[in-house]
């Protein structure tokens, strides 16, 4: 166990839908990543956080945003669902720059 | 694109043998790790070699680098039915402080019983 939850596990929802994918870090873990794994494919980088603030950006539209809370836990909002967002949604926390620690993820199914 | 790319894309072997999966990468890195994941579960890290090291070791892992080359490579040793599961390389970027991991499409070993 790497200590980083993510709810839901599985979650389906319609297009044009907005949903909220959870993230807990690791306790003393400022940095959160998160990451879209497609079927078949490797995880593509989303954004990261580092305390509260997003300093990175993979390339994805402004529809996919998030937040990370004093506590550092952390959210993945994405709007205007599209079929193409069906992924499996993985977060991964860690201090400062050394190793990240991924969750378990959540599978979104968008019909 | 994807910055690692692994090699071949499955692997199907007997129980006991060896199985070896590369890694080719496009630019300079500060390290480059694996990962394991069990049928689209999240990812479980195995190892991470600095860029100043050519070798590493973990239990019946043998990872090495090769930075010239840009490339690296998994053996697993002795495999069991229970190493089945997809294989990642994920390498970061020297030339940035952000820390992201870059992944391959991965290797899927399937160990027979």
């Known amino acids: 166990e790497t200590g980083v939850t993510q709810s839901p596990t599985h979650l389906i929802k319609t297009r044009g839908q907005q949903v909220t994918l959870r993230c807990s870090s690791q306790?003393?873990?400022?940095?959160v990543s998160w990451y879209q794994q497609a079927l078949g494919q490797g995880p593509q980088f989303i954004f990261q956080?580092?305390?509260?603030?997003?300093?990175g950006r993979g390339n994805f539209p402004p529809r996919f945003s998030g937040l990370q809370f004093p506590n550092y836990s952390s959210e993945l909002n994405v709007n205007a669902l599209e079929l193409d967002d069906s992924a499996l949604y993985l977060c991964?926390?860690?201090?400062?720059?050394?190793?990240?620690?991924f969750g378990p993820g959540t599978r979104l199914t968008v019909l | 694109s994807q910055q690692g790319e692994e090699d071949p894309q499955a692997l199907s072997i007997q129980e006991g043998e060896n199985a070896t999966m590369n890694c080719s990468y496009k630019?300079?890195?500060?390290?480059l790790q694996w990962y394991r994941q069990n049928s689209g579960r999240g990812l479980v890290h195995l190892i991470l070699?600095?860029?100043?090291?050519r070798e590493k070791h973990s239990g019946r892992l043998r990872v090495t680098l090769d930075t010239s080359k840009k490339s690296s490579s998994l053996l697993i040793t002795a495999s069991r039915a229970a190493d089945t599961a997809s294989y990642f390389c994920?390498?970061?970027?020297?030339?940035?402080?952000?820390?992201?991991?870059?992944f391959g499409r991965g290797t899927q070993l399937t160990v027979w019983p």
């Open positions: 991964a926390s860690r201090r400062d720059l050394n190793q990240q620690f």
């Open positions: 306790s003393g873990h400022n940095t």
């Open positions: 956080y580092y305390r509260e603030e997003e300093n």
């Open positions: 630019t300079s890195i500060n390290n």
């Open positions: 070699i600095r860029s100043n090291e």
């Open positions: 994920a390498t970061d970027d020297r030339g940035s402080t952000l820390g992201r991991l870059y």
